[in-house]
């Protein structure tokens, strides 16, 4: 089973940017694809980005393409969410998520099967 731990939110002016960190402990953390969502009030959760279990491959909410980047560290057990160019739509929180299922990239959140507890991102304009 794994643990995960987010962290990084904050609140930040529009144009700034912010890093999210997650870091999973248990089982091999390579054997998970791992993704990020975020819920903003009053919204459905969706997905924002993930990346395969080697990091070959990733995909993207269209509205964070280009701002947005995922990336992982198999050795260090750490999947990272830089976000540039922040804006106020952005604010919600963050979830990282691992998904333990093969195949295709997953990118609806009942294919994932672990859950962070979320960490709080504002953007203020």
């Known amino acids: 089973q794994a643990q995960l731990v987010e962290s990084g939110g904050g609140s930040v002016q529009a144009g700034g940017s912010l890093t999210l960190s997650c870091a999973a402990s248990?089982?091999?953390?390579?054997?998970?694809?791992m993704g990020w969502f975020r819920q903003a009030p009053g919204k459905e959760r969706e997905f924002v980005a993930g990346?395969?279990?080697?990091?070959?491959?990733?995909d993207y909410l269209d509205s964070v393409k280009g701002r947005f980047t995922i990336s992982r560290d198999n050795a260090k057990k750490l999947v990272y969410l830089q976000m540039n160019n922040l804006k106020p739509d952005d604010t919600a929180v963050y979830y990282c998520?691992?998904?333990?299922?093969?195949?295709?990239?997953?990118?609806?959140?009942?294919?994932?099967?672990?859950w962070g507890q979320g960490t709080q991102v504002t953007v203020s304009s």
């Open positions: 248990g089982r091999t953390f390579s054997s998970y694809a």
């Open positions: 998520a691992a998904a333990l299922r093969p195949g295709p990239l997953p990118i609806y959140g009942p294919e994932y099967d672990y």
């Open positions: 990346i395969s279990r080697l990091g070959d491959m990733t």
